[in-house]
């Protein structure tokens, strides 16, 4: 499984990860070129902070109290 894989895998936890990402997923494609730059530098050192700093999805401590949020409308 690539970064890029795994990346996508938690897009929804992530803020403007589509467009952010767009520059990588485009170097992914069958005819593009594969082109490594400053750009896709930065966006790839951003995902990873994203995937590693606070809050981080992990699963629950039983051991623990936590409280679950929620919505039972229609």
């Known amino acids: 499984m690539t970064f ?3 990346a996508s895998y938690y897009y929804c936890f992530i803020e403007g990860f589509s ?3 767009g520059p ?3 170097l992914l494609k069958k005819n593009e070129k594969f082109k490594w730059k400053k ?3 930065d966006i790839f050192i951003w995902l990873k902070q994203c995937l590693t700093r606070s809050p981080i999805l992990q ?3 039983y051991s ?3 409280v679950l949020f929620i919505d ?3």
Do not use: H, I, V
């Open 24 to 26: 990588l997923l485009k």
């Open 4 to 6: 890029l894989e795994l």
């Open 39 to 41: 750009l896709q530098d």
């Open 72 to 74: 039972a409308s229609y």
């Open 19 to 21: 467009k952010k990402a």
């Open 59 to 61: 699963y629950p401590d």
């Open 64 to 66: 623990k109290p936590f």
